[in-house]
């Protein structure tokens, strides 16, 4: 983890609360925990976008065989 920058932020309380459950971490570890999700989310979209520009020396019928 890289530096820790504090912050205040107001959420609506049922939001929190439920997220909380989710996790069943403190309110700190929760917004961790979804800050990383939407870095995540962030990720993936961006790799989507990359669908068909890449070109593989493999097939994927070779690629299911190499992986057995």
Known sequence: MGP???IT???PEH???LAQAYTGEG???TV???LK???SMKA???LLGLKGK???AMTSEQLKYDRE
């Open 15 to 17: 939001d929190l609360k």
């Open 32 to 34: 961790r925990a979804a």
């Open 37 to 39: 999700r939407l870095a």
């Open 27 to 29: 309110v700190t570890e």
């Open 54 to 56: 890449a070109k593989f």
């Open 44 to 46: 993936q979209k961006e």
């Open 9 to 11: 932020v107001q959420v």
């Open 4 to 6: 820790l920058r504090k």
